[in-house]
Structures are given as C-alpha cells and as structure tokens.
C-alpha cells in the first residue's frame, strides 16, 4: 500500500476492485452501487454506507467523464473503509481551483444530464475522515478516502 | 388450486410466512424456480425447492416459472366468505381486464354481487380517491422526495428488506384494499347496523402478495382484510354468474382513472405532481430503488413501483394474457374517460379524520450482514471470494444454490456442504460414502411411511441416525441423539426449538396432530421437517425398527 497515515480503524486489507468505464454513462454508477453492497454485507452502519455511497459516486463519476476509465479499489478493515479510485486520465492542473465548491469544467451535455455543479470533490472531502488526492498534468488522478465508522 | 388450513396469517407473532410455498411431493428438484427467483431465496436441497421466507419479497415469479405446478400460493378458500353473515368483496379493479372488451366493470361487479356478497366496493372507484388522497399528501409534504406508493405489498417487503433507508418515502396512505377494508368496518358497518364481528372483507386479488399476515411488513394493528381470493378461483363462478346477468342497477363509479390502476403508469398518470416515474418488474424496480438511495433522481416526486411486469395485470394470478388485459384496459380507459368525478373535499376530510393514516408504521427487516462481527464478515467474505474463484461459474444451479456466488455463501455461513457443487466434486475425487452403512434420510421416511410433510420441506434432505419418543421436552433436551427424528403430540413451535438445539433430523406428529401455525413458521424458517401421521407412536416406531433405524 502507498502512502498514507494508517487510519485508527486498523491498517485496512486489499478486498476487492471495480474497473470503470470511460464515458459510460449509462452504467454509471454501478461501481458505487456494487461497493455499498458489498459493506453492507459486511455489516457497516447506515451511516458509514451512506458516506460512501456519496464519495464512491462522485469519484467514479469523475473517472467516467474526466479520467478516462480507470478503478476503485476497496481496502478494509474492522474499524474503517478505505476507497481508492484512480485513472491514468489528463490529470487536474489545478488542484486548488477544483476543490471549490462549484467549479467545473463539465461539458454542456453533461451539465444537461444533471451533472458539473461543481460539488464533487468538496463532497468528497466532506464525507471522508481522512482524504487524499494525488495528480498532475498527464500523470493521471488518484483519490483515497478513508472513513471510519462514527 | 390447493390450500392451506391458513386464513388470516394474523397471528401477530410477526414471524415470516411466505405467501408462497413448494409442494415437495410435485416438486421434481429441477432449477427452474432456482433461476427465476430474482431475490435468491430459493434452495434445492435433498432434491427438493424450498424458499427461505426471510429473503422472500412474494413476487411470485418461482410460480410462473414451475412447470409442475409444485409452487403454491396461500391464498384464501373461497367458501371462508360464508363464515361471515356480511361478506364485502373488495376486487382489485384489474380484474376488470379479465372478461374481455364486451364485458363492462359494472357488469362484473354485479355478478359479484350474484355470488353471495352483500355489498360490492367498486374498487376502481376506490383507486381514483386513493389519486387524488396521494396528491394531497404530496403537496402538503414538499419535503418528501420521492412520496412512493404504498400499493405493492412486494415492492415494500423489498424496501424494508434491501433498501430500509427508504422506508420513510413510502407514503402513509393506505392502499385501496386495506382502506376498502376500514371503511367497511367503521363506517358501513355501523350504517348498516351490522355485527362488526360478522363482517368480512375479501380482497379479490391477481397475486398473493396481498395475502394480509404478519409477512406484510407493513403490519396493521387491525386486520380490516379478513382474507384475499385468487383470480383464478374465483374466476370460473364470475362466468357463470355473467351468464344472464340482468343489468338492473349501477355499482359501477369508477372513471378509466381507476381502471388504468391495473397498468403500470395508472398512478403516476393520475396523481398531478411535477416528475413522476412509474417502474414495473423485479430487477427494474431494484435498479431505480439503488439509484434513489444513491441519492440520485432529486427531482422525483412520486414513484409507482410494481414488482410484476406491466403491473398488477402481470399478476401470477391472473387468467388472461397480460398483453390482451392490457388493451382492454386501454378500451375500457377510453370508454370511461379519465375526467374523474372524486370529490376533493371529501378526501381532505377523510385524511383530516384519520380515515387514510396507517396505524403503523413499515419497519425494516433488513438482510442479515455475513457476521454481527465486523472482522469475522470480513474474514467469511474473503472465504467466500476464495471459494468462488475456485468455482466452474458456469452458474447450472447443479449445487441447489441459484449461482455460484451464493453457493459460495452458503458453504461459508453453513449452510450447504462445498461437495454438492459437481465440479469441485471432481477435481477432489468423488469421495465414496461410508461402506456398509445404507444412509437414510428423512425424505426416504416420508415415501416409505406415507407420511405428510406439514413444514419445514427445506430439511428433507437431512440424514435420519436414530429415533426418540417422548412427550416431555425437558427429556428430549436430555436424551434425545443428534440426528434422531422425534415422534411426538406436542406441536406447538417450542418443539421446533428443541429440534433446532439437538440438531434433530425431523419431527412426527403422532396421532393425527396438526403443527400450530407459529410451528410451522419456525419450522419453515430452520428447515427442520415437521412430519404428520394418523398413526400412534407405538406403530410408527414399529415401521421405523423395521427400516433399520
Ligand atoms: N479524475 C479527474 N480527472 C481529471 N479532471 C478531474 C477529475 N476529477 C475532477 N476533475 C476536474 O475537477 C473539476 C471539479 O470536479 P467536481 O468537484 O467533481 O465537480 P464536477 O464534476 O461537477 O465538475 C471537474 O470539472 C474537472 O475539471
Ligand atoms: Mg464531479
């Protein structure tokens, strides 16, 4: 596992990882609804399904409309939910600029389809208790959200 | 059509009792209903189907699917009306679809009426004011997004099982039938001067969802339904009773407004609020369900769901085709006009008295997590995962689980033994069963001793080691072997406790005892076979020596 604080739940273990699709907005959403499911047998409280249920879908949807495809990966331990999403995509030149709440470059017709209000990754970041983002120009986007059952 | 001893379900113990169940003795061990079942809740085991009632939502698709007619739905007897002195037939109006394009909706609550039924709620009619009650609700509720209607009983057993987040979007109006049923018994039986007592409601249904019982987990703390008919029986003496029918007076209220709550989209068309969406079929309904929990669709504001396809005219129940049920609803609908003539201000009033509201609310039966531990989920789930890897997923059903993933499950939680799938089987070498030793199990007892298999066909399978008798619970808890199979008068549900704790093969009521209700749902739920027999304990003791046991 890269860097990163191990996270007071326990250093989490690799379990399982999605593949998500470039531009495939019908199937978007899957990934997110498949890794709910997957802690939701696991036992996790509503409330930590519901936090990853938000930062699951905004990152995969961020990979499906700006990283070019890519993976979430889901780490686990007994105390906390570790998501890793990343693509090999164009990257985010300005990170600070993203991370505001209503910034977007999204295209009129995702904008039609409800989508680029700006949100995303704010939301992200609001829902996770430790939250990593690493990207550059051409180098791709990697997310790691952390949450730990309250 | 075939029935259990069951009317009201009622028992208020708020155990599961499937509305449907599989006839071992019909059943042929075949997969059929295996893969038709979307919610996984079916097993072959000991080659015999069984459903496992707390992952059952009583779609019903397990009976469209059976060839052999071993799937049965707990429907109600119709000769259970003549137990009332004021019987009320309370028809779903999709019944109006059954009959063809020449038969009117008045015509077919008249023959009602021919059959025995002192009074005849048009439900369509009924339909149309539960539009516009729904309406209502919205609007003075703008919070609510999605209000999602409270009509499918499948589709809430669904939501408090797998989407429980969403209990509180269903819309606290009572569906048509259980309001049917209210007003009958505190309004026209009052009116009328009737016996509360001897008034009985009977929804006249195409599905067995609405079989009202403690399997409806939106439990009403009064049962205004006292029982609901199948299309199917009830069907042949409606011909009958068409016959000659003298159209005389008007029963009929209804606009094509309530006909069209037969069809998918007849609610979300009627209630008038911006953005509604209406959703037929189990695996459609799921998808818009995750998508809502997900958080997406903000704009809905009403949502009909209806687990069959097409809606209520899909029902498994049902005798016509669905697609011919469709165009003469779609005829009747233009006939009828949609300009429907319900009163607002009378709904407003009946909401301000209460008449609508729930007396309780649905509350959530969520699907257990792999473990009540969180490290041991994680652990079983990467069990799992292993296993399944190991797996041919070809998904043939062969292991009597509906596909690898889930025999995978059930092999880790316990629930099947990892040699029933054939491929793994093979590669391990088939391991031979002891020598010298015949196994028996339960099922060869109930061929060999004719006798009646009142619950818990999901254990027939199990292997009989040794017999016990006795009466006293206390000594069988003592005394009785793993494995043996206990002959017994007791049949109230404790027993099947015992059986559980000893890990007993089976249960024989002796003496033409029947099971308890509460029996046979424990019974049902643990898989442990509840036998019946005229026979005493001494002869069947005799006949079990005599099988080697
Ligand atoms: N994986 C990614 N790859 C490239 N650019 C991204 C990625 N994720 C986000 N961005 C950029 O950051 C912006 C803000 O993202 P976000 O907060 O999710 O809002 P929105 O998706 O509504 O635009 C996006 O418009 C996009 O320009
Ligand atoms: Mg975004």
Known sequence: ?150 | MAHDNHQRGGNGNGQDLPTMWIDPQACQGCVLCLKACSAKAIRVRGGVAHILPQACVNCGDCFRACPHMAVRCRTTPLEHMRRFQHPVAAASPTLFSQFGYRTTPNQILLALERLGFQQVMDMGWLCEMNSVAMEEYLLAHPELRPGISPSCPAVIRLIAMRFPSLLGNVLPILPPRVFAGKVVKERLAQSQGWDPRQVGVFHIAPCAAKMVGPHDPVVLDQPYVDGVFSFREIYGPLLQALQGLEEDHTLQKCSGAGIAWAMSGGQAAAVDVEHTLDVAGFDEVVRILEMLEAGRLRDLRFLEAHICPDGCLGGPLVVENHYRAKSVTLRQMRRFGAMSRVNRAKIKQFMADGLYDWRQEASPRPLPPLDPDTSQAIAKMKAIQSLTARLPGIECGVCGSPDCQTFAEDVILGRASEDLCPFTYQRGGPQPAPAGRQTVTVKDLVDKLGLEVAAGAGGLGREVKGGYISDLLSDVMANAQTGAVWLTIQAHQNVVAVAVLKELAAVILVGGRAPAEETVAKAEQEAIPVLTTPQGAFDLAGRLHDLGL
């Open chain 1, 1 to 150: 596992m890269s860097a990163g604080l191990a996270p007071e739940g326990g250093q989490p273990e690799f379990l399982r990882a999605f593949d998500i699709q470039a531009g495939d907005f019908a199937g978007a959403g899957n990934v997110s609804i498949a890794v709910k499911n997957l802690l939701k047998e696991l036992g996790f409280a509503p409330e930590v399904l519901r936090r990853a249920a938000i930062a699951a879908f905004e990152a995969e949807m961020n990979v499906v409309m700006y990283g070019g495809g890519g993976h979430m990966e889901v780490f686990i331990a007994p105390r906390a939910v570790r998501l890793v999403i990343s693509d090999h995509g164009p990257g985010i030149p300005d990170l600070d600029l993203a991370m505001q709440e209503g910034w977007s470059t999204a295209t009129p017709e995702m904008r039609e389809m409800g989508f680029g209000a700006g949100m995303g990754l704010p939301n992200i970041k609001r829902n996770s208790d430790q939250f990593q983002i690493t990207t550059a120009p051409g180098q791709g986007t990697r997310l790691q959200v952390d949450i730990f059952p309250r």
